[in-house]
Protein backbone atom coordinates (compact mmCIF):
# COMPACT_ATOMS: atom_id res chain seq x y z
CA UNK A 1 0.00 0.00 0.00
CA UNK A 2 1.52 3.29 -1.22
CA UNK A 3 1.28 6.23 1.12
CA UNK A 4 -1.27 7.77 -0.88
CA UNK A 5 -3.20 5.18 -0.93
CA UNK A 6 -3.10 4.75 3.04
CA UNK A 7 -4.12 8.30 3.62
CA UNK A 8 -7.03 7.83 0.82
CA UNK A 9 -8.45 4.79 2.83
CA UNK A 10 -7.96 6.80 6.14
CA UNK A 11 -10.07 9.74 4.74
CA UNK A 12 -12.48 7.53 3.42
CA UNK A 13 -12.83 5.73 6.70
CA UNK A 14 -12.89 9.41 8.50
CA UNK A 15 -15.72 11.03 6.05
CA UNK A 16 -17.36 7.94 7.14
CA UNK A 17 -17.67 8.03 10.42
CA UNK A 18 -18.37 11.77 10.09
CA UNK A 19 -21.71 11.27 7.76
CA UNK A 20 -22.86 8.89 10.79
CA UNK A 21 -22.53 11.86 13.33
CA UNK A 22 -19.25 11.52 14.62
CA UNK A 23 -18.19 15.00 14.03
CA UNK A 24 -14.90 14.64 15.55
CA UNK A 25 -13.73 12.24 12.80
CA UNK A 26 -13.56 15.62 10.88
CA UNK A 27 -10.93 17.02 13.34
CA UNK A 28 -8.91 13.95 13.14
CA UNK A 29 -9.23 14.03 8.86
CA UNK A 30 -7.76 17.47 9.45
CA UNK A 31 -4.93 16.84 11.39
CA UNK A 32 -3.77 14.25 9.70
CA UNK A 33 -3.63 16.62 6.51
CA UNK A 34 -2.13 19.49 9.21
CA UNK A 35 0.61 16.93 10.14
CA UNK A 36 1.28 15.16 7.01
CA UNK A 37 0.82 18.22 4.49
CA UNK A 38 -1.76 16.85 2.88
CA UNK A 39 -4.18 19.22 0.57
CA UNK A 40 -7.66 18.80 3.04
CA UNK A 41 -10.07 16.51 0.99
CA UNK A 42 -13.31 17.93 -0.88
CA UNK A 43 -15.66 17.17 1.84
CA UNK A 44 -13.55 18.18 4.20
CA UNK A 45 -12.63 21.57 3.07
CA UNK A 46 -16.50 21.82 3.12
CA UNK A 47 -16.66 21.14 6.87
CA UNK A 48 -13.77 23.47 7.68
CA UNK A 49 -15.43 25.97 5.72
CA UNK A 50 -18.53 26.09 6.95
CA UNK A 51 -17.32 25.26 10.63
CA UNK A 52 -15.00 28.61 10.08
CA UNK A 53 -18.48 30.75 8.81
CA UNK A 54 -20.24 29.42 12.25
CA UNK A 55 -17.47 30.28 14.56
CA UNK A 56 -17.32 33.98 12.99
CA UNK A 57 -21.08 34.31 13.38
CA UNK A 58 -21.69 32.59 16.48
CA UNK A 59 -18.46 31.29 18.25
CA UNK A 60 -16.85 32.72 20.86
CA UNK A 61 -19.56 32.87 23.24
CA UNK A 62 -18.96 32.58 27.11
CA UNK A 63 -20.85 30.98 29.71
CA UNK A 64 -23.56 34.15 29.87
CA UNK A 65 -23.78 33.68 25.86
CA UNK A 66 -23.88 37.63 25.68
CA UNK A 67 -20.87 38.28 24.04
CA UNK A 68 -21.89 36.72 20.82
CA UNK A 69 -19.68 35.73 18.12
CA UNK A 70 -16.65 36.67 16.75
CA UNK A 71 -18.36 38.55 13.40
CA UNK A 72 -20.74 40.61 16.82
CA UNK A 73 -17.37 41.52 18.60
CA UNK A 74 -16.18 42.91 15.05
CA UNK A 75 -19.11 44.84 14.50
CA UNK A 76 -19.13 46.09 18.46
CA UNK A 77 -15.65 47.21 17.39
CA UNK A 78 -16.35 48.61 14.12
CA UNK A 79 -19.03 50.72 15.53
CA UNK A 80 -16.53 51.98 18.80
CA UNK A 81 -14.04 53.08 15.79
CA UNK A 82 -16.98 54.86 14.06
CA UNK A 83 -17.56 56.75 17.24
CA UNK A 84 -13.64 56.86 17.83
CA UNK A 85 -12.94 58.61 14.60
CA UNK A 86 -16.28 61.16 14.37
CA UNK A 87 -15.08 61.85 18.48
CA UNK A 88 -11.14 62.59 17.41
CA UNK A 89 -12.56 64.89 14.51
CA UNK A 90 -14.13 67.13 16.98
CA UNK A 91 -12.03 66.82 20.57
CA UNK A 92 -8.85 68.30 17.81
CA UNK A 93 -11.79 70.90 16.23
CA UNK A 94 -13.46 71.97 19.07
CA UNK A 95 -12.91 75.69 18.03
CA UNK A 96 -15.18 74.97 15.06
CA UNK A 97 -18.38 74.30 17.64
CA UNK A 98 -21.48 74.95 17.53
CA UNK A 99 -21.82 73.41 14.76
CA UNK A 100 -25.20 73.75 12.62
CA UNK A 101 -28.37 74.66 14.35
CA UNK A 102 -27.32 73.25 17.55
CA UNK A 103 -25.25 75.46 20.23
CA UNK A 104 -21.96 72.82 21.71
CA UNK A 105 -19.70 73.90 23.98
CA UNK A 106 -16.11 74.35 22.97
CA UNK A 107 -15.18 71.13 25.26
CA UNK A 108 -14.61 68.18 25.33
CA UNK A 109 -18.13 67.35 26.49
CA UNK A 110 -19.33 69.39 23.94
CA UNK A 111 -17.30 67.76 21.29
CA UNK A 112 -18.75 64.53 22.39
CA UNK A 113 -22.48 65.93 22.46
CA UNK A 114 -21.76 66.86 18.62
CA UNK A 115 -20.51 63.71 17.53
CA UNK A 116 -23.27 62.19 19.18
CA UNK A 117 -25.40 63.89 16.96
CA UNK A 118 -23.40 63.47 13.70
CA UNK A 119 -23.79 59.65 14.24
CA UNK A 120 -27.62 59.92 14.54
CA UNK A 121 -28.90 57.36 12.17
CA UNK A 122 -26.50 55.60 11.60
CA UNK A 123 -25.44 52.03 12.99
CA UNK A 124 -22.59 54.12 15.67
CA UNK A 125 -25.48 55.83 17.05
CA UNK A 126 -24.89 56.53 21.03
CA UNK A 127 -25.60 59.14 23.61
CA UNK A 128 -22.45 61.18 24.12
CA UNK A 129 -21.51 59.69 27.05
CA UNK A 130 -21.96 56.32 25.31
CA UNK A 131 -19.40 58.01 23.02
CA UNK A 132 -17.44 59.00 25.12
CA UNK A 133 -17.00 55.52 26.36
CA UNK A 134 -16.02 54.30 23.21
CA UNK A 135 -13.76 57.07 22.34
CA UNK A 136 -12.11 55.84 25.58
CA UNK A 137 -11.93 52.20 25.03
CA UNK A 138 -10.08 52.68 21.48
CA UNK A 139 -7.72 55.13 22.87
CA UNK A 140 -7.05 52.70 25.93
CA UNK A 141 -6.37 49.55 22.85
CA UNK A 142 -4.52 52.45 21.08
CA UNK A 143 -2.26 52.83 23.73
CA UNK A 144 -1.76 49.32 24.51
CA UNK A 145 -0.92 48.60 20.88
CA UNK A 146 1.38 51.37 20.20
CA UNK A 147 5.05 49.78 21.56
CA UNK A 148 7.26 51.73 24.51
CA UNK A 149 9.89 53.64 23.16
CA UNK A 150 12.97 52.22 23.99
CA UNK A 151 15.82 54.57 26.13
CA UNK A 152 18.97 54.49 23.73
Not at 80 to 109: I, K, V, Y
Not at 117 to 141: H, I, M, N, W
Request: contains cysteine; charged residues 30%; proline residues 5%.
Amino acid sequence: MTREEFFEAEFAERRIEYERGYYPAAIEAFRLCAMNNLPLPAWLADVVHGALVFTLKEGGKGPNRRKGGFLAQALRLEIHQRRWNTARMWLRHRELLPFGDDSFPATREGAFECASRVLKGTPAQGSAQQVERSYDLVQARLKKATPAKSAK
